[in-house]
């Protein structure tokens, strides 16, 4: 795997999560742009919708964390989450880039550059992330992605990312903003190669969050592989009504022991 650019990790040991149920959060906090609301506002929307919801994994994209702003700093502030990682997506400052907090204890942070040409037209550093955590008697592998917008270069990252995927037994979860709709060659490409797209099993509505706060896309998503497709509970886009949270809804996902 590319060495890590900046960013803070706090690994933990793997000690097994013993809740029956498991949930999933994903949001992309599209960083401190005013476009969906200031981010004080947003902030105590996204800290109630975590009261609500009490996700045990919440996978954060388009995350900013500067010296006047820290986003992971201040959600974990709010709803104290026991493990966390950040990393940026390149070395420009302040850092914009991935987050995952949880109460599920992480171990083994890694980090994938995804693919980048000098002639892409969207010239954007990103970096999918992951960890290992274990729930009951299985280690599984979390991983967080903000994929490129442009048709090409969106199917080129997927693909890079699933081939670095394989490296990884037992079941995985991979979550995060695609930017694809599921129509889109990068998402069918997953799909063909074993993913379980969640919401096409349990999912619940119709599952649109982009973009917000009247969306009519879906472009993020939440993907397993290794897993019973009857262990998924549901998964919806959240939250249903209201002020937005990001120019994104988020979505989340209800798992089984």
């Known amino acids: ?33 005013a ?19 009490k996700p045990d994994i919440v996978a954060l994209q388009a995350v900013h964390v500067g010296p006047q702003l820290d986003q992971v700093e201040a959600l974990t502030r709010e709803y104290p989450y026991r493990h966390k990682l950040f ?29 980048r040409r000098k002639d892409d037209e969207d010239p954007s550093f990103r970096r999918a992330i992951g960890a290992t955590f274990a729930w009951h008697s299985e280690v599984w592998q979390l991983t967080n992605a903000h994929c490129s917008w442009v048709a090409p270069q969106n199917l080129r990252q997927i693909t890079a990312l699933e081939a670095a995927l394989q490296a990884f037994p037992g079941p995985q979860c991979l979550v995060g903003d695609f930017n694809a709709t599921p129509d889109g060659s990068g998402i069918q490409y997953l799909v063909q190669t074993g993913w379980t ?4 099993v349990a999912g619940r ?5 982009f973009p917000a706060p009247d969306p009519h896309r879906r472009i993020d998503y939440i993907f397993l592989s290794g897993v019973d497709p009857q262990r998924l509970l549901d998964i919806r886009a959240v939250p249903e009504a209201g002020e937005p949270l990001s120019d994104h809804q988020a979505l989340i996902l209800t798992l089984s022991r």
Do not use: F
Request: charged share 15%.
């Open 1 to 33: 795997m590319p060495s890590s650019p900046p960013g803070r990790i706090v690994p933990t040991s793997v000690n097994s999560y013993s809740n029956k149920m498991l949930k999933i959060l994903t949001l992309n906090l599209n960083c401190n742009h």
């Open 35 to 53: 476009g969906a609301g200031a981010w004080p506002q947003r902030q105590a929307r996204i800290k109630t919708l975590l009261q609500e919801e």
């Open 87 to 115: 990393m940026a997506a390149s070395e420009s400052l302040p850092h914009q880039g991935s987050a995952i907090l949880a109460d599920v204890p992480l171990s083994a942070p890694w980090s994938y550059a995804l693919p």
């Open 197 to 200: 797209d969640s919401y096409e």
């Open 205 to 209: 509505g119709l599952g649109m969050t």
